[in-house]
């Protein structure tokens, strides 16, 4: 646009001075007067030929692309919060702590598979016998054992319970002259299951441990959608800020090319006579000034676009780093119409730091109950069920050790016939008879066993007390002081969220207004420019007030771009406040 000016042509006359011809005082006055109006004269056109030179010179202005991008791509809201919520490292971390609280309830829960024992070993005995019975008529009686004793053991999730299952299996070897199975394998099955009455019968430590690690997988689920929410709400914030920084680029722009038309216009209205050269210097200072408010527009669109792809972009060999992102979602007009009342209610039920404090004082519930739990007497319920098993090879008959008792046994024999008794047989060993059941190798051990043959029952109960329970007590004490700070803690967070909702509301409120205000002002402004203009053109204004009304114009555009990303800011604060973010913009967590 250019801009005309039409000033008076007759040129003022100097005060004090005569008009030419015209004597005063006598002709010593024109005298004097001649020579004063010559040096005005040459003054002047010195002057004017000094503001000539003095003109600055056209200067082009160019843009230059911003560092590092080689192409554009349209980005809408939409795809930067996808990204945020994929690339963001931030939650990458929540998503690991998730993990990790998962991992956690399986190892938890591992206190309940069964665990594998075995004792196997062999051992060769020699033992000393002094003892005309001891079995070894050389004194020395030698015993080989081995030794098998697998061994399952584990607890049960219901009622604090707990069971071992010992399979023992041996085979023995011996010179003893008593033994009538030589190899034999005896065998033994032991059931054993303890279960608490009292103390750990509701609760247990293992029980604990499992709806705790629950619980913080819970926390972790809800500290992740924290994180989730202020990422989108970040990405949201700076998606605002990109849009405000290439508007405002635009702005500052279309200031540029305002200010290069209105130095052409000068400087034609110069040359023509129209204008003083210094209105052509106050054109370029106009221009400079622009044209500096273009490069840090420039400069802060780059600052911009930076940080949202920091919070996007997965790592710096994403293409994305070289290439300009262009907003393509407008800010939405229509702002929230829920009440206070209503706003605030849904921030409650539905802000992750509420479910946190809920999901802490469910913690600490648990905890209370255990410890409780912890203070009563230790009284378990013993149950122990053994099954025997016994085989082996019959030892061929061996000489009597007590065949020196042949006399005695006579005697006694012949007194038993004169009572009309019995005789008593002399003892015989290794050749006795024995029941078929005994008779065998080790299936046949095995056999008797399983059959449960040879049973044994046995029940136990087993009393725990201690005098002073003072780790239990303190325990629970500590307990019930968390809860109190669990109940503080659930005040303030209510307290943050009823003036975070708030703050919120009002953020959107003034931001709406501000929008409303700064349309009207830029309306205004730009009608003032436009009348500033007719009347410079028709000889009534001035161009120093052209310049302040171009100033005021871009001033106001400015003001509109930022109060136009601002409202988009406040609206994502008031999403991020009352927990809405997710369901606005349609997001699952996975």
Aim: include cysteine; glycine fraction near 6%; proline fraction near 6%.
């Amino acid at each position: 646009m250019q801009l005309s000016h039409n000033p008076a042509q007759n040129a003022p006359a100097v005060s004090g001075l005569p008009q030419s011809g015209h004597v005063r005082h006598g002709g010593r006055l024109a005298l004097k007067a001649k020579p004063l109006a010559l040096c005005l004269a040459f003054s002047s056109l010195a002057f004017s030929q000094q503001e000539q030179t003095a003109l600055p010179p056209v200067r082009p202005f160019v843009l230059p692309p911003r560092i590092g991008i080689l192409n554009q791509a349209p980005l809408s809201l939409q795809q930067a919060l996808a990204l945020a919520l994929a690339n963001n490292r931030d939650i990458d971390s929540s998503r690991a702590d998730q993990e990790k609280a998962h991992l956690a309830i399986l190892g938890a829960r591992g206190v309940y598979d069964t665990r594998f024992g075995l004792n196997v070993y062999g051992q060769k005995a020699v033992t000393p016998v002094a003892s005309t019975i001891g079995g070894s008529p050389t004194g020395s009686l030698l015993t080989r054992t081995w030794y098998g004793a697998p061994q399952l053991l584990g607890n049960t999730p219901w009622f604090g319970g707990s069971y071992e299952v010992d399979f023992v299996s041996q085979r023995v070897t011996t010179n003893n002259t008593f033994a009538t199975l030589v190899p034999q394998y005896p065998t033994s099955l032991n059931l054993i299951y303890t279960q608490p009455l009292w103390r750990n019968l509701r609760i247990d430590s293992n029980r604990h441990q499992i709806e705790v690690a629950k619980k913080n997988q819970s926390l972790t689920d809800e500290q992740f959608r924290l994180r989730a929410m202020q990422v989108m709400n970040q990405a949201e914030q700076a998606y605002w800020e990109l849009v405000f920084a290439y508007r405002n680029l635009e702005v500052q722009l279309e200031a540029v090319r305002i200010g290069i038309e209105q130095d052409a216009s000068n400087r034609r209205q110069q040359q023509q006579g129209l204008l003083a050269p210094i209105d052509v210097v106050a054109a370029q200072r106009q221009l400079s000034t622009f044209e500096t408010n273009a490069y840090s527009a420039h400069e802060a669109l780059t600052d911009a676009e930076n940080a949202l792809k920091l919070l996007i972009l997965a790592d710096r060999a994403d293409p994305l780093w070289s290439t300009a992102l262009i907003p393509s979602t407008p800010v939405e007009a229509s702002t929230p119409t829920e009440s206070l009342e209503e706003a605030v209610m849904q921030a409650l039920a539905d802000r992750p730091e509420m479910a946190q404090v809920r999901i802490s004082s469910d913690i600490n519930k648990v905890d209370t109950r255990f410890y409780h739990d912890q203070t009563k007497p230790q009284v378990d319920l013993v149950l122990t069920r053994t099954h025997a098993g016994l085989a082996g090879s019959v030892v061929p008959p061996q000489p009597n050790p007590f065949s020196s008792l042949g006399a005695v046994y006579e005697q006694v024999n012949e007194l038993s016939a004169l009572a009309g008794l019995p005789a008593i047989p002399l003892a015989s060993f290794g050749s006795g008879a024995l029941p078929p059941a005994f008779i065998g190798g080790y299936g046949q051990s095995l056999s008797a066993l399983f059959a449960g043959n040879f049973p044994t029952t046995e029940i136990q109960l087993r009393i725990s007390m201690p005098i002073r329970n003072r780790t239990a007590e303190a325990n629970l004490a500590s307990s019930l002081v968390d809860a109190r700070k669990i109940a503080d803690q659930r005040q303030q967070t209510e307290l943050s969220i009823e003036a975070g909702v708030r703050n919120a509301m009002q953020s959107v409120q003034s931001a709406k207004l501000r929008l409303q205000s700064a349309s009207v002002a830029r309306e205004s402004a730009d009608q003032q420019y436009e009348s500033e203009q007719r009347q410079f053109r028709a000889g009534t204004s001035t161009l120093f007030l052209v310049q302040q009304r171009q100033s005021d114009m871009i001033t106001a555009r400015s003001v509109e771009r930022r109060a136009e990303s601002d409202l988009g800011r406040a609206i994502a604060s008031y999403e991020l406040a009352t927990a809405s973010i997710l369901r606005v913009h349609d997001v699952a967590l996975r």
